[in-house]
């Protein structure tokens, strides 16, 4: 059983950083894809960065230049490096590992609140 748990949100003002971390246990960590998602309050969940097994990474328009994912299989941790806050990056963070083909199955993580005042 894959368990993931998120941390490092809190309240930050408008221009600041912050640095979250997802946990995973489990041994599939390392051949798994991770990503960030964010969602705001009556809002969809939206995918804000991605890293694959092999550590390459890639971001939507909105989050280049801004944030930063990386990872560290030997903690089973990946990190998201967030950079230049606005107030609409508000929300809960969550991540996701992905589970490659033949198991072809995702896991989340409970979520940490981000807030950014303005």
């Known amino acids: 059983q894959v368990q993931l748990v998120e941390s490092g949100g809190g309240l930050v003002q408008a221009g600041g950083s912050l640095r979250l971390s997802c946990a995973a246990s489990?041994?599939?960590?390392?051949?798994?894809?991770m990503d960030w998602y964010r969602q705001a309050q009556g809002k969809q969940r939206e995918l804000v960065a991605t890293i694959s097994a092999g550590g390459a990474t890639n971001y939507p328009d909105s989050e280049k230049g801004r944030f930063t994912i990386s990872r560290d299989n030997a903690k089973n941790t990946v990190y998201l490096q967030m950079n230049s806050l606005k107030p609409e990056d508000t929300g809960i963070y969550y991540c996701k590992l992905v589970v490659p083909p033949p198991i072809a199955t995702d896991y989340w993580g409970p979520g940490t609140q981000v807030t950014v005042s303005s």
């Open positions: 489990g041994i599939i960590f390392s051949i798994s894809r």
